[in-house]
């Protein structure tokens, strides 16, 4: 129903809580119910999917992308989030880690959160688990130097993918 998805957006897009939305749509609860519904049904990635291939056709690719690019950001947590918020002492920030892999030309693939303190190259296998399953086709996925180690023959030997650690320019 448009009216929910309408209700979903504006809480998204301007962060208030779901008891805060207006009056002239749905209930709240209503509104909750449904996307929290649609969350696990695994109804937004599959969304996600077709808007990407579409974007990926109009720019005149492939609709499945062959590499991606993972990367991760750590964020200060909130009191709701406490229970599963850790301390990155790499970025000195308390709170939660936000682990992306898009393709070449910015479009998020899979996208999970965890606690800020699981170093990347730990926290990157369950979303390169979840990109494989979604993204089969991709055999190069570049990375920074957060994912060097015992990550890169893991993910040729599991998925025959190429995990290219790049360092930063001028840097060996």
């Known amino acids: ?53 579409k974007v990926r056709g109009q720019q005149g690719r492939e609709p499945q992308p062959s590499a991606g690019i993972i990367d991760s950001q750590s964020v200060k947590g909130t009191a709701e989030s406490a229970e599963e918020s850790g301390f990155d002492g790499g970025k000195k920030v308390k709170g ?45 996925i570049w990375a920074d130097q957060g994912y060097q180690g015992p990550l890169v023959e893991w993910v040729k030997k599991t998925f025959s993918c190429e995990l290219e650690v790049v360092s930063r320019k001028g840097k060996k």
Request: aromatic letters at 10%; hydrophobic letters at 45%.
């Open 1 to 53: 129903d448009r009216d929910i998805l309408d209700a979903i957006v504006y809480i998204v897009r301007g962060g208030c809580g779901w008891r805060l939305m207006p009056h002239d749509l749905p209930p709240w609860q209503t509104a909750y119910g449904y996307y929290w519904q649609w969350c696990n049904s695994g109804l937004w990635e599959q969304i996600n999917a077709v808007l990407v291939q």
């Open 96 to 140: 939660r880690k936000h682990h992306i892999v898009v393709d070449t030309i910015g479009c998020v693939l899979v996208a999970l959160v965890h606690a800020a303190n699981i170093h990347d190259s730990k926290g990157a296998q369950p979303v390169l688990e979840r990109v494989f399953e979604a993204v089969p086709t991709l055999r190069r």
